[in-house]
């Protein structure tokens, strides 16, 4: 084996692990993938499997791995970034979700009902367990885990190996633009409910001014609960809804990350 092919194997391979990296960045971060329930092994094996895939796919045509170790670590650890962001658009979407949970709880009356949710290792509220767990299952009905193996895979043609350009666009984007969004999708979600519960604490305040005989702090909680609960159960196909516009929402905020990450030309 003559020299050159030793060394087209080793920029093979650094070229390979570098793809890798990106695809680590992704699965360790995005909802589906990340999940604790998958055994580290498991997403271990999947990270190669997806590499070893795009790596035939992946344009090596002007690319240029560095020969240094400090440039080639920045290259690993901006790939890394590249993967991150893509599975933390997601990430957000989900975090908007336990968010409205978590507002619905609070508005109802479940602020002290809190369990261990294993796929955080965290107590949450139940309400926001519920609303994961739904938006979850709603995320994979739509594809949502396919959508982010497309954008993962497109995001290798706009931003080659090695190249990506971490502007301050890009975390602008996330700073405020995705952030905002996370704040204003959970009053979303909660809205229903909490529109219903401010009328209801109206009609008892109105109730309590009028009947002053009546103790309303003891049938208030009860009533809150109650019409909370089921105000979120009759939601409940209208969420699905909202949850299926926030998955193709975040495909526009992946396209909009990817073009910002995109090498100046």
């Known amino acids: 084996m ?18 890798t990296f990106r695809v680590s960045g992704m699965v360790l971060i995005a909802p589906f993938f990340a999940h604790r329930a998958v055994p580290p092994k498991v997403r271990a094996g999947l990270v190669l499997a997806l ?4 790596f035939p796919t992946v344009d090596r045509v002007g690319i240029r791995i560095p020969d240094n170790m400090g440039g080639y670590l920045s290259a690993a650890v901006a790939e890394i970034a590249v993967g991150a962001l893509i ?3 997601a990430l957000v979407v989900f975090a908007a979700v336990r968010l409205g949970g ?3 709880g609070q508005q109802i009356g479940l602020a002290i009902a809190h369990i261990y949710d294993p796929t955080s290792g965290q107590q949450t509220s139940l ?3 519920t609303l994961y767990m739904l938006g979850f299952v709603v995320f994979v009905l739509v ?5 982010l193996l497309r954008a993962l895979a497109a995001s290798y043609e706009a931003i080659p190996i090695s190249r990506a350009h971490l502007t301050e666009g890009v975390f602008t ?6 952030f905002s969004e996370m704040f204003v999708n959970a009053v979303r979600i909660t809205a229903p409910a909490v529109i219903t519960l401010m009328l209801a604490t109206i009609v008892m305040a109105i109730v309590a001014r009028t ?9 208030g909680f009860a009533m809150r609960l109650g019409l909370g609960l089921t105000v979120m159960a009759l939601a409940a196909p209208a969420l699905g809804w909202i949850f299926q516009r926030l998955f193709e929402r975040l495909s526009v905020n992946i396209e909009f990350l990817i073009n910002a990450m995109k090498p100046a030309a």
Not at 173 to 178: C, D, E, F, S
């Open 87 to 89: 599975g933390f658009a």
């Open 102 to 104: 978590f507002i619905a």
């Open 127 to 129: 309400l926001s367990q």
């Open 143 to 147: 594809g949502g885990h396919h959508m």
């Open 2 to 19: 003559s020299t050159v092919d030793v060394a087209n194997i080793i920029d093979g391979f650094k070229f390979f692990v570098l793809i």
């Open 51 to 54: 590499a070893a895939v795009m």
């Open 173 to 178: 984007k996330i700073g405020v633009g995705m």
């Open 211 to 219: 009947v002053p005989e009546m103790n309303i702090f003891n049938i």
